[in-house]
Nanobody, 122 residues
């Protein structure tokens, strides 16, 4: 059973960098052909895909956040990380990590981490 455990601060100040880490157990982030995604949900924007890291270490980003987003991984810890810079209150949302192929219609996410509220506020 694959499990995703998200960690990181729940409160970030405006203009700072929001950082989330997802630790995966029960499976490797390098296993063929899995994609590891960051997704958020807010009342204003609904469910929003931010980006993904692939099993080979490649990355894909949503155009809406691409200029200030970075997704990286630590294969020794079986973790992948989101960094979103220059945050504003509009980045306040419940953040999720999830496994699955984001480019299918509908996207095929089969495992999700717990959603965590991240608030951008001074």
């Amino acid at each position: 059973q694959v499990q995703l455990q998200q960690s990181g601060p729940g409160l970030v100040k405006p203009s700072q960098t929001l950082s989330r880490t997802c630790t995966v157990s029960g499976g490797s982030i390098t296993t063929n052909y899995h994609y590891w995604n960051w997704i958020r949900q807010s009342p204003e924007k609904g469910l929003e895909w931010l980006g993904a890291g692939t099993y080979t270490g490649g990355t894909y980003y949503s155009p809406s956040v691409k200029s200030r987003t970075s997704i990286s991984r630590d294969t020794s810890k079986n973790q992948f990380t989101l960094q979103l810079s220059s945050v504003t209150p509009e980045d306040t949302a419940v953040y999720y990590c999830a496994r699955g192929y984001p480019f299918a219609a509908p996207p095929g996410y089969d495992y999700w981490g717990q959603g965590i509220q991240v608030t951008v506020s001074s």
